[in-house]
């Protein structure tokens, strides 16, 4: 099979990158009605996920613009009470990061929990949250589901293991981001510059896209735009979270199911806060709204856990292969809020 031919230039800034007239690889990957997909310029971070794509035949980017010679964009550093966090920090700096263990320890449990070492030491925290989903249909060439414009969700009547149990009513897939569980969780925000030089900073469970609102995107990337920056913000005293995910293969998978918590408690000890997002249940991290109403004004402890444990699964809609999800869901929940509540 002959190999695919593109370019390859690298960035030296942001507004260089900006101004290449990169599209979010959703587009580039996009048939035209007249030929093959691609033909576009996109950003290349660590590259796990866009070669992956090129090599799945699923993308022919005319350009690749690397990213990897911008200076600074990996620092990570305290910004207005919270942390910024560059997009070219790998996974493996934000999880080994002093302050995000010890401040926004859910984080650095997963984003030291995902992949292998090899790929976190590559792998970065902008280009993890922007890879494209994992379902098998979307990935082989040969299935033209809904999201690559064709008519269909192969796996809602297909092999659906590993789908979702919410929210799975248009397409199916979960989003691919581990570190997207404990970042929505923690309330953060992402910074996007475009060829203008113009700045948004949306909350990132904004910034990511349900099907139900456009089944052929995850985000809400905007045509030049360049991912600079992760925004943690402050976060009370005494706040503190967990991370925890149950994988086939622990040692490189994906998760089936990883659970994010951030607790901030009263000073009598009950719980003033709670934000649980369950990952790997549905095509966008989802809060378990149910869960934490229960928690707010109460002592966290193995009752209330369980209770939270159950409430999280509240419309759930599981698919004819995945309903063993749901106890594990449970118990992620359960599991996480007793380390979150536990002494620290
Ligand atoms: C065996 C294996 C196991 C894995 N397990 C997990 C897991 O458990 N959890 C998990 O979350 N992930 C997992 N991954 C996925 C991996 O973590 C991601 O592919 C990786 O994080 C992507 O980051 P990257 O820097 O390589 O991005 P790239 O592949 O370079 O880019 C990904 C996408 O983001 C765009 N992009 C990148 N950076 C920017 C930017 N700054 N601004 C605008 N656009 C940008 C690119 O155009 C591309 O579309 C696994 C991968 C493998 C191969």
Redesign the pocket.
């Known amino acids: 099979m002959a190999m695919n031919r593109f370019e390859w230039t690298s960035a030296r800034s942001v507004a260089e990158a900006a101004g290449a007239g990169?599209v979010n690889?959703a587009d580039a990957m996009l048939a035209p009605p007249d030929g093959p997909p691609g033909q576009a310029v996109?950003?290349?971070?660590?590259?796990?996920?866009?070669?992956?794509l090129m090599k799945e035949r699923l993308l022919a980017p005319r350009r690749l613009v690397n990213?990897r010679a911008i200076p600074g964009l990996d620092a990570i550093a305290e910004e207005a009470g919270g942390l910024r966090i560059g997009?070219?920090a790998t996974?493996e700096q934000v999880a080994a990061n002093p302050l995000v263990l010890r401040r926004y320890t859910a984080l650095a449990e997963a984003a030291g929990?995902?992949?292998?070492p090899q790929?976190r030491h590559?792998?970065?925290i902008?280009?993890?949250l922007?890879?494209?989903p994992r379902c098998w249909y979307f990935r082989s060439a040969a299935h033209r589901c809904l999201r690559k414009g064709g008519g269909k969700c192969f796996a809602v009547h297909g092999e659906n293991q590993y789908h979702a149990i919410f929210a799975n009513e248009v397409c199916s897939v979960v989003h691919?981001?581990?570190?997207a569980t404990a970042l929505v969780a923690l309330g953060a925000r992402v910074e996007l510059v475009n060829a203008q030089g113009e700045l948004r900073r949306p909350l990132l469970d904004e910034f990511l896209v349900a099907p139900e609102t456009d089944v052929q995107r995850e985000n809400d990337?905007r045509p030049g735009?360049?991912?600079?920056a992760v925004l943690l913000p402050a976060l009370a005293d005494g706040t503190r979270s967990a991370h925890l995910r149950e994988?086939d293969k622990l040692s490189?998978?994906?998760?089936i199911a990883d659970v994010a918590v951030v607790l901030q408690h009263d000073v009598d000890g009950t719980c003033a806060a709670a934000s649980v997002v369950l990952g790997s249940a549905a095509p966008v991290p989802r809060r378990a709204r149910a869960a934490e109403d229960l928690l707010v004004g109460e002592a966290i402890d193995e009752a209330a856990a369980r209770e939270a444990g159950q409430a999280a699964l509240e419309a759930c809609t599981p698919l004819s292969g995945n309903r063993h999800k749901q106890p594990i869901f449970a118990a992620l929940v359960r599991r996480a809020l007793l380390r979150a509540a536990g002494p620290g």
């Open positions: 990169a690889v996109v950003l290349k971070a660590g590259g796990i996920d866009l070669l992956d990213l997009a070219l996974l929990g995902s992949a292998s790929i590559v792998a970065t902008g280009g993890n922007l890879q494209r691919a981001s581990t570190a990337l735009e360049v991912l600079t994988a490189f998978d994906w998760p």
